[in-house]
T-cell receptor
């Protein structure tokens, strides 16, 4: 069965520093990949997605993620973080056995400090 | 544009009481609908999903049930709440038979006392 591993449960970083949140998935079959962001006491918001085409995808607020098929990874990066990026980040992968479902990582808590 | 509503936003209920959480989607037809639970400090747990009216798939055997009486309405219920039912409940929707992105509601914070 498909699984998703977010390698870091917490990532503390200083403002304006670069950050990478790591995500690995278990299956090498065709997948769709997603990153979501959750601010405290709110629902999840789609940050970016990979469905096909270019392996590098970008969000409107400066995040990017690269699909690496050989390493089965979809790491999220930002070259310079802001205080407002403090949130929980979730990686998700389509379930190859049931295309209507997503398989979720446990989340990474990003804390941006001044 | 599509909008998803959940209510109530917060709820405090005693152990043994019933529960009803409602989710409605606007601006789309025949959506796939999902109920997730998020316990404190933990990830998302899929509870139920539905691909159409009256069609419910249960992911985890538990104290909860779900119903879909209308195309864009999804209800989560319990006859008797347990302490372990406390958490943040999220409704989500997607379209089509392929797991493109899901869109989430604002959530309901349930505390069982």
């Amino acid at each position: 069965a498909q699984s998703v591993t977010q390698l870091d449960s917490q990532v503390p970083v200083f403002e304006e520093a670069p950050v990478e949140l790591r995500c690995n998935y278990s299956s090498s079959v065709s997948v769709y990949l997603f990153w979501y962001v959750q601010y405290p006491n709110q629902g999840l918001q789609l940050l970016l997605k990979y469905l096909s085409g270019s392996t590098l995808v970008e969000s409107i607020n400066g995040f990017e993620a690269e699909f690496n098929k050989s390493q089965t990874s979809f790491h999220l990066r930002k070259p310079s973080v802001h205080i407002s990026d403090t949130a929980e980040y979730f990686c998700a992968v389509s379930d190859a056995g049931n295309n209507r479902k997503l398989i979720w990582g446990l989340g990474t808590s990003l804390a941006v400090n001044p | 544009s599509q909008t998803i509503h959940q209510w109530p936003a917060t709820l405090v209920q005693p152990v043994g009481s019933p529960l009803s959480l409602e989710c409605t989607v606007e601006g789309t037809s025949n959506p796939n609908l999902y109920w997730y639970r998020q316990a404190a400090g933990r990830g998302l747990q899929l509870l139920f999903y539905s691909v159409g009216i009256g069609q419910i798939s249960s992911e985890v055997p538990q104290n909860l049930s779900a119903s879909r009486p209308q195309d864009r309405q999804f209800i989560l219920s319990s006859k008797k709440l347990l302490l372990s039912d406390s958490g943040f409940y999220l409704c989500a929707w997607s379209v089509g038979s392929t797991a493109y992105e899901q869109y989430f509601g604002p959530g309901t914070r349930l505390t069982v006392t």
